[in-house]
């Protein structure tokens, strides 16, 4: 106990109760190597945002019985990608934390660089499995449903569960909705994550985030949390993989 409350972690990204596949709308017959070709798109938008820069805002907030936010984390961020530094996170004036009953964790911050705006490469493909669902129009594009999963679960590693709505005409991913993975819950404390939704624009011909969001109910063991979380990806630019990049004193990774 701390202060008369529990103390408890929470992570930024994962769901509270499990991800369900999404009911397939057709039952078309999928193009063969399915999987893999998602897997070969997203390596490519993956290589294509490297070569961009953006500005990421993070609120997340708890909210009581009636529904009122009683507290806030709130983060903006330049990020960029570089050979010699991987992503870089540069922040924008000092992030704010009215937080009172969660704590955000290291997870949390891992999830939202690498989990939430989800990309199945083919470096991470041998991690995954998938299963199709069919097909259906999301945000104007006819796709193909594709669930994917972990094929096991690896100590210190974090993962994406849920459904990816594709593209049709190239593979690309234009939508993605599930959770983090693993939920972390040991005698001591419960490490807990949303369940979430990253959509995505098109980009100059790549299909990248532009908002993840969720509003989702934490149910721990002393008593139930809900809360809801913005995350906004914008005012993206190409720099060039020539182009240099000055970081000043505030810039982290």
């Known amino acids: 106990m701390k ?13 509270s109760a499990l991800v369900f596949p999404v009911a397939a709308a057709h039952a078309a017959v999928p193009p063969a190597g399915l ?12 290589r294509a945002r490297d070569d961009y820069t953006y500005r990421q805002s993070v609120t997340f907030q708890e909210l009581n019985d009636q529904g009122l936010v009683t507290g806030t984390y709130h983060e903006v961020a330049d990020i960029t990608y570089t050979a010699s530094h991987g992503r870089f996170e540069k922040i924008i004036g000092r ?6 009953r969660i704590k955000l ?11 939430d705006p989800f990309l199945l490469t083919l470096g991470t493909l041998p991690l995954y499995e998938g299963k199709y669902r069919g097909e259906e129009e999301m ?15 690896l100590s210190g590693q974090r993962f994406f569960q849920g459904t990816l709505w594709v593209r049709k005409s190239d593979f690309s991913v234009v939508r993605s909705e599930g959770q983090a993975v693993p939920q972390i819950e040991t005698a001591k404390e419960q490490n807990l994550f949303p369940h979430f939704t990253t959509v995505r624009h098109d980009i100059e011909g790549w299909f990248f985030p532009v908002e993840t969001y969720a509003n989702d109910t934490l149910f721990f063991r002393v008593w139930p949390q809900r809360v809801r979380i913005a995350i906004r990806y914008t005012n993206y630019k190409r720099f060039g993989s020539e182009s240099t990049i000055t970081y000043g004193p505030a810039d982290r990774h």
């Open 35 to 46: 999987l893999k070709r998602i897997a070969k798109r997203e390596s490519e938008t993956a």
């Open 105 to 115: 964790t290291p997870q949390d911050f891992e999830d939202i660089r690498n989990v």
């Open 139 to 153: 945000d104007g594009y006819p796709c193909w449903i594709e669930y994917v999963q972990p094929k096991q679960i």
């Open 3 to 15: 202060n008369g409350r529990v103390a408890r972690n929470i992570a930024l990204i994962v769901a």
């Open 95 to 100: 992030p704010t934390n009215t937080l009172k």
